[in-house]
């Protein structure tokens, strides 16, 4: 973990300005050879129902796409032979909607890193599964990234992440506005200033080291502990040009890059003066994910999906990350 966000600097202008107020904690671990398999056991993706197959492939493609050892997908029965015919890379669990779902994670969650849930959930059969998964993550301290689906268990179960210490929720101006009324018993933001000062509301009434990177036309990070404690009480935005095309499954690309991402900046070195982990993670998934949906764009205009962003995860992580790929003897 010995990247600093700062080293993107150097790129291209949107990156300089976004840079410049990160400092110097590491959001990618430098390759190393004595780390060729990683530093131990790899992420785990705690997610998917049977209709919902592509979004946790393209979480988990992602995170092993930017660096993840290996990836792990706990899903419904039904939804496992879809999601492994995707990749070979994915290790794939059907037990998410069964009765051996709290037992299966308790056996397989304390071996990972981080914990992802949401992308592919649904609403139906596989949410007690992923109660269960948030509620072991938290008492772990495990890093926990939720998105999409997740957030509706959040919503009505707040007491799940209240007061945890590494959680990174990444909702939409809609999940936002869900939240807000859940929690906040307020209306749905409309711009960003509003999206902003409605997320930092969030965190302050989960409390603990809960923060939000609210989705939009400028991506913004927030944590809000209300301790007096600047690096724990912050806000990073993210502006970096993406594309006018916004495909499915192009959030799902991001949560899996945030999981990663959130792994190693949790694992990296404190300084004072570096903001809270869990922002830069944020802020680094959104600088990747939008690099990866402009080159993408440029390549395939109107045509560009999801997949086509997951292509562009090597190249565009050498231009923001050059360090990485730096390998010595």
Request: one cysteine or more; proline letters at 8%; aromatic letters at 4%.
């Amino acid at each position: 973990c010995s990247k600093p966000v700062s080293s993107i600097a150097n790129q291209s202008p949107d990156v300089r300005r976004q840079s410049a107020a990160v400092g110097g904690r590491p959001p990618h671990p430098a390759a190393q050879r004595r780390l060729a398999q990683g530093p131990g056991p790899p992420p785990l993706r705690c997610r998917s129902c049977r209709e919902y197959t592509g979004a946790p492939y393209f979480a988990a493609a992602a995170a092993l796409r930017v660096g993840a050892d290996l990836a792990h997908v706990i899903c419904a029965e039904a939804a496992a032979p879809v999601i492994k015919s995707y990749s070979p890379e994915l290790i794939v669990h059907p037990v998410l909607d069964g009765e051996s779902a709290s037992r299966e994670l308790e056996l397989w969650l304390p071996r990972f890193h981080a914990v992802l849930v949401g992308p592919g959930l649904g609403r139906g059969e596989c949410v007690a599964g992923a109660e269960a998964a948030i509620k072991l993550a938290v008492s772990l301290n495990k890093p926990l990234v939720i998105d999409a689906d997740g957030l509706a268990v959040v919503c009505s179960r707040p007491h799940l992440i209240s007061g945890a210490g590494r959680v990174l929720l990444t909702p939409n101006i809609v999940e936002l506005g869900r939240l807000r009324s859940a929690l906040c018993d307020g209306d749905s933001p409309d711009t960003d200033e509003a999206a902003e000062s409605t997320a930092r509301r969030i965190s302050r009434s989960l409390g603990g080291g809960v923060a939000l990177l609210c989705k939009g036309p400028v991506d913004v990070a927030v944590i809000d502990n209300d301790d007096g404690n600047a690096a724990a009480s912050s806000t990073l935005t993210c502006s970096v040009v993406g594309s006018p095309r916004r495909c499915g499954g192009q959030g799902d690309v991001l949560a899996g890059l945030a999981l990663a991402f959130a792994n190693w900046c949790y694992a990296g070195p404190a300084s004072p003066a570096s903001p809270h982990p869990a922002l830069l993670a944020a802020f680094a998934a959104s600088a990747l994910t939008r690099r990866c949906s402009a080159a993408a764009f440029k390549v395939n205009r109107r045509a560009m999906l999801a997949s086509d962003l997951l292509a562009q995860i090597g190249p565009c992580s050498r231009e923001l990350f050059p360090e990485a790929d730096a390998v010595t003897d």
